[in-house]
């Protein structure tokens, strides 16, 4: 399975539109086409009803829809996580704090930290 076909695959989905999907992705109308294709081959299953100039997911595509996202969202925090170790950082944290706090307690705790 290629990971371009997954995208193409989500993109088409959201907008129900291969011409749609190619834009954004910055592919051609048939190369979207041949990414669903191929995916629809490994998978042996129909992603989408095609219905003259319209595509619609099926049950199996709107089911495959959430696994193709998960996929897509865990490969990008992978690749996150290891561009930051190859930074040099071992972790990363997330401090939801308002903005006063950012001037005046941020700072010191930044500080104790280190």
Not at 37 to 56: G, S
Request: positive net charge.
């Amino acid at each position: 399975m290629n990971y371009l076909w997954i995208q193409s695959f989500i993109v088409a989905a959201k907008t129900c539109n291969f011409r749609k999907a190619a834009e954004h992705l910055n592919l051609s109308q048939p190369s979207i086409t041949v990414h669903i294709h191929q995916l629809e081959d490994f998978l042996q299953v129909k992603l989408f009803k095609r219905e003259k100039n319209r595509v619609r997911l099926t049950e199996t595509g709107k089911a495959f829809l959430i696994e193709a996202e998960e996929i897509s969202n865990q490969l990008e925090n992978s690749l996150e996580r290891f561009h930051l170790l190859q930074k040099g950082y071992r972790d990363k944290c997330m401090i939801a704090i308002t903005p006063m706090m950012v001037e005046t307690i941020l700072p010191h705790l930044i500080q104790t930290i280190s």
